[in-house]
């Protein structure tokens, strides 16, 4: 079974806030709303886009995206 988004997003967190992943990731966690149990580009992408302040551009969305696609083959 492939994990979620928001799931892939929970392995970047850190105390340390060393990246823009790890940022992005640590707000994720806080997000009561975020879509959690999919892995959809776009429904995730549009809920980005519409309802968050905490990311500064969807080049970093985008990246992580990436990564979780490719951890997840």
Avoid: C
Wanted: net charge negative.
């Amino acid at each position: 079974m492939r994990r979620s988004f928001y799931h892939y997003v929970l392995t970047l967190k850190g105390p340390n806030h060393l990246s823009e992943e790890q940022v992005f990731a640590n707000h994720v966690s806080h997000d009561i709303q975020f879509p959690k149990h999919t892995g959809d580009y776009d429904e995730l992408s549009s809920y980005l886009e519409m309802n968050v302040d905490y990311l500064s551009s969807m080049d970093i969305f985008d990246r992580i995206y990436e990564q979780y696609v490719e951890n997840n083959r």
